[in-house]
């Protein structure tokens, strides 16, 4: 699941920072309309990209701690499930804390009606939890015999 958080993290950074430049970090309370605005902006986005690549590391650490185990089973829908929860977990997490509580950005700042994104991106961090919980139980089953090397 950390993995799944870091890997959401950047997709939402990457795409949605900087790809489409919907939003940055604090657009909400210091619209980048200016160089220092704009920098600011810049400095947190690399902040929160700081973030996720953190968790992306700890949940690359944790995932080959488990592969050395020879009890914990290999199943594919187990580990593309425990990514989409929490890459849901994020959504719904950064959506509630900074679109909602802090009010720092929304999903897409350039529009009067902020509010129908910011639910449209908690829905799809909903989608991505129960997508993600249905391939977690689903590989429950996935009990194949591991190898001394775990293949």
């Known amino acids: 699941m950390l993995l799944g958080a870091g890997l ?7 795409v949605l920072h900087q790809i489409l430049q919907w939003h940055n970090m604090l657009s ?3 619209p980048p309309d200016n160089l220092v605005a704009a920098k600011v902006n810049m400095y947190w986005d690399g902040v929160f990209h700081a973030a996720v690549w953190v968790l992306t590391a700890i949940g690359l650490r944790v995932l080959w701690a488990a592969s050395r185990r020879p009890d914990v089973p290999w199943s594919g829908r187990t580990l593309v499930g425990g990514l989409l929860l929490g890459w849901g977990l994020f959504n719904v997490i950064e959506g509630l804390i900074d679109h ?9 700042e350039y529009t009067e009606q902020k509010m129908p994104w910011d639910m449209a991106f908690l829905a799809f961090g ?26």
């Open 28 to 30: 909400n309370q210091l």
């Open 126 to 151: 909903g989608l991505l939890l129960l997508a993600g919980w249905a391939l977690v139980r689903a590989g429950r089953a996935d009990t194949a015999p591991r190898t001394a090397y775990g293949a």
């Open 100 to 108: 909602t509580i802090l009010g720092l950005h929304h999903v897409y």
């Open 8 to 14: 959401g993290g950047f997709v939402d950074g990457i």
